[in-house]
T-cell receptor, first 111, second 116 residues
Framework: DAKTTQPNSMESNEEEPVHLPCNHSTISGTDYIHWYRQLPSQGPEYVIHGLTSNVNNRMASLAIAEDRKSSTLILHRATLRDAAVYYCILYSGGSNYKLTFGKGTLLTVNP | DVKVTQSSRYLVKRTGEKVFLECVQD?????MFWYRQDPGLGLRLIYF???????EKGDIPEGYSVSREKKERFSLILESASTNQTSMYLC???????????????FGSGTQLSVL
């Protein structure tokens, strides 16, 4: 599986935008970029995914570099409820549905 | 919204006991998964199932088995629990439909298992 690299932790202030980076220099042409987050004491939840174009949904935006070697998850206005571990994952499909979760980025949101 | 329900939030068992972890999803999903999560190791896939009575090994299947007799239910079985199986266990499901690369996983809240 292609590997992703994320900062261990980031900090933000409430109501400010947050840009969570992810490097995936060995991404293949068919890899989708998925983002999940895990709130304290809960299972991970899906945030967003994309292939080549930037994507927006009600939770966040995903900006994908033109060469696809990196991506950025954007939370437009952080709230205290956004404090979580954010995982950037490459999904290559194949014979199984294995999503390989790395260690993610722990986002702290300050009031 | 999809609901994935795990039968217990916390479970304490003794070494050597047979342990059943149950998971039920309510959205007619084809695929179901069992992960374990340990500090510093992230989430690791134990087993998954893409249809009733079908199962495939994940990354760490040793010491575990699974059962999927009905589409909505996926059970993880620890035949003889050991202390190194103390962990957070997470069940997940996804729609299926031909193994699309844009599949989303829906997770339960997890079962914290302690084996003493």
């Amino acid at each position: 599986d292609a590997k992703t690299t994320q900062p261990n932790s980031m900090e933000s202030n409430e109501e400010e935008p947050v840009h969570l980076p992810c490097n995936h220099s060995t991404i293949s042409g068919t890899d989708y970029i998925h983002w999940y987050r895990q709130l304290p004491s809960q299972g991970p939840e899906y945030v967003i995914h994309g292939l080549t174009s930037n994507v927006n949904n009600r939770m966040a935006s995903l900006a994908i570099a033109e060469d696809r070697k990196s991506s950025t998850l954007i939370l437009h206005r952080a709230t205290l409820r956004d404090a979580a571990v954010y995982y950037c994952i490459l999904y290559s499909g194949g014979s199984n549905y294995k999503l390989t979760f790395g260690k993610g980025t722990l986002l702290t949101v300050n009031p | 919204d999809v609901k994935v329900t795990q039968s217990s939030r916390y479970l304490v068992k003794r070494t050597g006991e047979k342990v059943f972890l149950e998971c039920v999803q309510d959205m007619d999903h084809e695929n179901m998964f069992w992960y374990r999560q340990d500090p510093g190791l992230g989430l690791r896939l134990i087993y998954f199932s893409y249809d009733v009575k079908m199962k495939e090994k994940g990354d760490i299947p040793e010491g575990y088995s699974v059962s999927r007799e009905k589409k909505e239910r996926f059970s993880l079985i620890l035949e003889s629990a050991s202390t190194n199986q103390t962990s957070m266990y997470l069940c997940a499901s996804s729609l299926g439909e031909g193994r699309q690369l844009n599949e989303k996983l829906f997770f339960g809240s997890g079962t914290q298992l302690s084996v003493l």
